[in-house]
DNA sequence: GCAATGCTTCATTCTTCGCCGAAACATCAG
DNA sequence: CTGATGTTTCGGCGAAGAATGAAGCATTGC
């Protein structure tokens, strides 16, 4: 096997802990100074600063300079989807850094991945869209319907903007806790936008998790219903909780 | 970060040049005795079994012994996906281990993925599934279709038997060098299977890559060709064969 | 301008880890 | 039983690379 691609290069940048840990920040969606990544690892600011440059030299991380500032995050979607996925084996494997904790709760119930949701609430939006017909599988992989594109129209998402950016609108990105599908793609980031400005959710400070009020998984949850539904009768979101799509396979 | 899943100890097995280049051999699904992994990754025999001991123990490998022969294959499913994906990345990100060669022309056409097919061929049949609406989004992910179902029922691919089984029917799996999904799953390993033993394509010697003839590469776009097309050809009798239950090779 | 902050570069030390050869162990053929 | 083959274990060598501390560059605020 000496073609294809260099997939130890890769995977020995990720192997290092410090790289690890800096990359898992960055997960959570949001720059951060090399100060802030050093910390984050647990290292010195010059030994940040090398696996810093390391990352960035093989196109994992972009920076933004800003003044004295250097602002790091994941090069892209890719980048994160394939971080998530190393999570998932590792956790299948079982290979975990601490026991299950009251944070690792929090995660499991919401988190960020990047740009957009995951967790529990956020594979049940999956679910739900799907079995409401807005999300539909396409050749090309996953696509908005006519009734989904109308709903999230509805919801002030420019989709036709969405489009036409390079990135896919919409992607199925494997869960790692719940090993099921949720939402990824731009219109996954927009639906993430979403819930923080409306205040469904708040950010923990330095981490991935995110915190749902009821309203506000309510409030995700009835993204899935349809257009005509909302626009006539908004109390009817309380009631869906009970027809829950959530089916095992 | 110190909560989630161990990435480091993952990565920092995978990142190694000898493991990566026996776990991309292993990608070809045919399971390998430790002195074939020691040739395709280019070391000593005491070597290979130092490294095939440490990716035994992580779980990422399984093994066979049968005699003084001991057979390692990938784990499962989700290890050949975490390769692929970062196989993804790495190509996107730009790191080769060669410069693209005959042999990886090849590939891109049509390879293994594990256990399933993949390169052009396999993303073209996956679009033609989801265009002919055998292949619909799911809330867990992909399912088949009423029609998808008997399509392949009539090819006689026992689907019942494939859905008691824990590992998912259908899969969408993101192709590296296409960067379009293919199918995956316990379904696609059938049609993988199908492929073979009807002769549609034959497999390289000690590669991943594989060759499909062009009549073979008909039939095996023709599995999305509605089932009421497809009886009326009375060539059938190979479908039962396809019945075996026998995963490993 | 001066000091402080954020970050990087450099040179050094040190640990880690993979490779090899030799030998031991297990299995199969005769 | 004996020799041959496949595989693992052990000891020593060597190199890649990660952390450290000091120093150098930029930017910000007084």
Redesign the interface.
């Known amino acids: 096997?000496?073609?294809?691609?260099?997939?130890?290069?890769?995977?020995?940048?990720?192997?290092?802990?410090a790289?690890?840990?800096i990359?898992?920040?960055l997960m959570g969606g949001k720059a951060l100074t090399a100060g802030e990544c050093a910390a984050?690892a647990g290292i010195s600011a010059p030994a940040a600063s090398g696996h810093l440059a390391k990352l960035l030299g093989?196109?994992?991380l972009v920076v933004l300079v800003q003044g004295r500032h250097r602002y790091f995050n994941l090069?892209g979607p890719?980048?994160a989807?394939?971080?998530e996925?190393?999570?998932?084996?590792?956790?299948?494997?079982?290979?975990?850094?601490?026991r299950p904790?009251p944070?690792?709760v929090a995660?499991r119930k919401a988190r960020f991945c990047y740009d957009h949701l995951a967790g529990d609430a956020a594979t049940a939006l999956?679910?739900?869209l799907?079995?409401r017909g807005m999300?539909?599988?396409?050749?090309?992989?996953?696509g908005l319907s006519p009734s989904g594109r109308l709903r999230f129209l509805a919801e002030g998402i420019d989709i036709a903007a969405l489009e036409a950016r390079p990135r896919a609108l919409c992607r199925?990105c494997l869960d790692?806790s719940e090993r099921?599908?949720h939402l990824a793609g731009s219109l996954g980031a927009a639906i993430a936008r979403l819930a923080i400005e409306r205040g469904w959710c708040r950010r923990e400070a330095a981490?991935r998790a995110v915190h749902f009020s009821p309203d506000g998984e309510r409030a995700l949850l009835a993204l899935a219903d349809s257009a005509t539904d909302e626009t006539r009768d908004p109390d009817r979101q309380g009631a869906d909780r009970s027809n829950n799509?959530?089916?095992?396979?």
């Open positions: 096997m000496k073609n294809g691609p260099d997939i130890a290069a890769l995977a020995s940048l990720i192997g290092d802990p790289r690890a840990n990359l898992a920040a984050e093989a196109g994992l090069a890719d980048v989807e394939a971080v996925t190393l999570m998932g084996l590792a956790a299948r494997v079982g290979l975990r850094r601490t904790g944070r690792e995660m999956f679910a739900r799907v079995d999300l539909v599988a396409q050749a090309d992989g996953l199925a790692w099921r599908p981490s799509p959530a089916r095992r396979a």
